[in-house]
């Protein structure tokens, strides 16, 4: 932004004014919500929102063919690759992941996303579930050396990146920091549902969100959420899924199944200090299953909400703070 741009910094005893501003990114779109002095250049603040989402999609996109991660995906393995600093730390988070979440979130199943339709390439055997695209899967934080200081990254074998599990999240939490560029203090933002909240609103109300009942096909709220200082993501099998011979598959892949996932769970939400953090381990919790996800939660202390699946029966399992307010 420059160290010339004007702050928006709220003063004791001021009158705020409530903004919002959307666009389009990621294949969906970006909103932010937020309380400032009258008089804001919203142009400006606009302009930089959009800039701050679209340097996270130039940079991470799969469906871009130009994307600093596709150029990555399609270097030969054995030599040292330069790469843009965001995208080092979103790798790197994401091999944090996978270590902590003993393999469930894994950001190497590149090209297993594509043969089962949900990647930028048709599948591999239209019409035919695929099985296992290898039998001598290794994970990524396996094959992966990261130089972030020198802004490059090895790769010791095939390995071909999706980072759809917590680059939207990423991006969600540049739209927080360039608010708070801006002196901004009182903000929801969000993309297509992963959200992160600073402060309250001017009386002192949370910032509330719909929490969306996990039925295929349709939209349909089941709750609200209340959120301050934090931020939540929430990953499922009702919005994305195949169909193959009538059976429905999920988008979300088990790393050392090298299939969709398939438990009880439909849906997992998570509350976290980043909306990267939260929507990474939305997705390995739903990865891990309600036994093993559970567990690691409550291991983890981790806010988070499990929505289990029994026919049209729906129930749910709460951790940390959220079990606290359900009790």
């Known amino acids: 932004m420059g160290d010339t741009v004007k ?51 130039r940079q ?54 594509d043969a089962w339709g949900f990647g930028p390439t048709p599948r591999i055997v239209p019409g035919l579930a695929p099985g296992p695209l290898s039998t001598s899967y290794k994970p990524a934080p396996e094959l992966l050396e990261l130089d972030r200081p020198h802004g490059k990254l090895l790769k010791r074998g095939p390995l071909r990146f ?22 901004i203090r009182r903000y929801l933002v969000g993309i297509d549902g992963e959200m992160r909240a600073r402060g309250t609103k001017p009386a002192g109300e949370a910032w509330t969100i719909a929490v969306e009942k996990p039925v295929f ?41 090298q299939r969709p996932v398939s438990n009880r769970l439909a849906a997992v939400t998570v509350l976290a200090s980043t909306c990267m953090l939260a929507d990474g381990w939305a997705t390995a919790l739903l990865v891990l299953g309600e036994d093993d996800g559970v567990r690691l939660a409550r291991e983890w202390g981790m806010d988070a909400l499990f929505v289990l699946r029994d026919g049209d029966r729906l129930t749910e399992i709460a951790t940390g703070a959220l079990a606290d307010a359900a009790s």
């Not at 999706?162 to 002196?183: E, F, N, P, R, T």
Request: one cysteine or more.
């Open 7 to 57: 702050t928006y910094f709220e003063l004791p005893g001021q009158a705020l004014q409530r903004y919002s501003m959307n666009g389009a990114t990621m294949g969906t779109r970006y909103s932010a919500v937020f309380y400032g002095p009258a008089g804001i250049d919203t142009a400006a603040v606009g302009a930089s929102l959009f800039a701050a989402v679209d340097q996270v999609d």
């Open 217 to 257: 096909g349709v939209r349909e709220v089941a709750g609200v959420m209340e959120l301050w200082d934090t931020a939540v993501a929430t990953s499922g099998d009702y919005r994305h899924w195949t169909e193959i011979d009538g059976q429905r598959y999920s988008h979300t892949m088990h790393p050392a199944l």
């Open 162 to 183: 999706d980072l759809s599990g917590i680059a939207k999240g990423y991006g969600v939490d540049q739209l927080a920091q360039c608010l708070d560029q801006w002196g």
């Open 60 to 113: 991470m996109s799969t469906w871009d063919s130009k994307s600093d991660l596709c150029r990555v995906n399609a270097a030969p393995a054995g030599n040292w690759i330069a790469v843009p600093g965001q995208l080092a730390e979103v790798l790197e988070t994401g091999v944090q992941l996978g270590l902590d979440s003993h393999g469930a979130f894994d950001i190497g199943l590149g090209e297993l996303v």
